[in-house]
Structures are given as C-alpha cells and as structure tokens.
C-alpha cells in the first residue's frame, strides 16, 4: 500500500511538473527540508541535522565500542600467566623497581 502511494505522488508529481517545473521543484525541495526537520528532531545525537545527514547511529557506534571493550576484558581474563617464564617476570619487576628508586630519588632532589 505504501508504495502505491508512492508511485500515485510520483506520477502526480511527473504531471504538475509538466505544467509548472518551478513550483513542482519548490513543493519537493519543501517537502524534503520539512522530512529532514522531523528526522533531525527525532534522532537521539545532539548534532541534529548534521547526525541525521552523517548517516551514522549513535546506538550503532556504542554497541561497536561495548564489543571491542567486552574482547578485551575476554583476553585479559583468558591469558594464562603461568605461561610466562619466571625469569622474565622477575627481570621486569626489578626494571619496573629500578626505576621506581629512580623516580623517588628525582623527587627527593627538589
């Protein structure tokens, strides 16, 4: 049904175009302004006219980001530690000490 509506506006467009171009041409470029007013108003973004024109969803974009954060949580939670070697880790907590000292120090100086 919709979209004999549709083809019956197009058609009744077609024929007053015909007849006068410029105000057939006026009554659309009306029509689409007034469809992208409410389209704007309706859209959550607090961009508007600019969101609506963009074409992106803010839902769409926050579902994207919600994703990427849940598989980083699941490759923390599933890295095993008992994977690493000892002698690493021990290397990389005396680096990460030295360099606490150092930073100490350097606040001790002032």
Excluded: W
């Excluded at 077609?14 to 041409?25: A, D, E, G, K, R």
């Excluded at 923390?76 to 030295?98: F, G, M, V, W």
Aim: hydrophobic content about 40%; overall charge neutral.
């Amino acid at each position: 049904m919709k979209g004999l509506c549709y083809i019956a506006l197009i058609i009744g467009f077609f024929m007053f175009y015909q007849q006068n171009p410029l105000y057939t041409i006026i009554i659309l470029v009306l029509f689409l302004g007034v469809y992208i007013f409410f389209k704007s108003r309706s859209s959550r973004g607090n961009n508007g006219i600019l969101n609506f024109l963009s074409g992106k969803n803010p839902q769409q974009e926050n579902k994207i980001d919600d994703l990427i954060t849940l598989m980083m949580l699941q490759q923390l939670l599933t890295s095993n530690p008992q994977n690493h070697d000892t002698r690493n880790n021990t290397e990389h907590k005396d680096k990460i000490e030295k360099i606490k000292q150092e930073v100490l120090n350097l606040l001790e100086e002032d």
